[in-house]
């Protein structure tokens, strides 16, 4: 029997732990769970030990954000499968059955994410990877059931097992072995976006990621960034920047920038006219930020296998805002 680590990444969460703990304890039958803290300055610490003493703890010595959060803990976690969880997600009973199941049926399958249900409307897809992630021709990163902001109603359209091109840190299950082949996520990314450049990678190397929407689960979102806050649109304006430098062939990479280059510009236009400043200076910041770590990002491309036909869709930003296509199966004919 696999053996599956439920690791959940904390920073000062104790409402949350407290809020979405149980229905993980409830529902993860056969696997183990631990609790990777950011060296948190509340009190989650002792409100597992007090409450969930089963629940094994990881102390990490600083906040490293995501990706050096995982990527120091999971060193010291042995299991054949990591699943990589947010704080915030309520989990559904047999949510694991699924995702065993594809993971013994195909051996090249390294990556799976089940479907996310948005926890406040739960007949809704969740923002946050929803029936699973695909990039376009230019990049830009894009789900079955969310283009941008547009979300899309479950009527059991994503209820399939499907290979995508990358499956949310929200809910994350990967092999032990592929994670240590690809040396974790990028720890430069921080936070947002650091899950696609880990598929990509994967994928560069031969690898499947799969979503399975018989298994789902509810996220909350928002907990540590909202989709207001200019920090995340920085974070994201970046990060997306930075896999494509390190991910993309050099002929295809370099005129993709330069055209992301442009289309942020006009991003930044239309935040001005929403009143939206500071989110436009959070796209100046990521330029900049690009900019100077071009050089050290760019060391990182790997002599891998490069996907000859990576994306789904030509352009989503210009199916979106001026076809104002909303849905995926309209955009994307399988």
Known sequence: MLKIAVVILNWNGEKLLEQFLPSVQA???????????????????????????????????????FAKGYNDALVHIDADIYCLLNSDVEVTENWLTPIRNIFKKDYEVAIVQPKILDYKQKDYFEYAGAAGGFIDQLGYPFCRGRIFQALEKDKGQYND????????????????????????????????????????????????VMYVGSSKIYHLGGSTLSNMNPKKTYLNFRNSLYSIAKNLPRKKAFPIIFIRLLLDGVAGIRFIFQGKLNHCLAILKAHLSFYKNFNKIFKKREKAKYMPNYYAAKSIVWSHFVYHIRKFNILVKD
């Open 161 to 208: 097992v499907k290979e995508i091109f990358w499956a949310t840190g929200a809910c994350m299950f990967i092999k032990k072995t592929v994670f240590n082949e690809l040396k974790g996520f990028d720890e430069d990314y921080f936070a947002h976006q650091e899950e696609v450049d880990l598929c990509w990678r994967a994928k560069n190397h031969g690898h499947k």
């Open 27 to 65: 529902h993860s039958k056969g696997a183990e769970i631990y609790v990777a803290d950011n060296a948190s300055t509340d009190n989650s610490i002792s409100f597992i030990k007090n409450n969930y003493p089963s629940i094994q703890i990881v102390q990490n010595t600083t906040n490293g954000g």
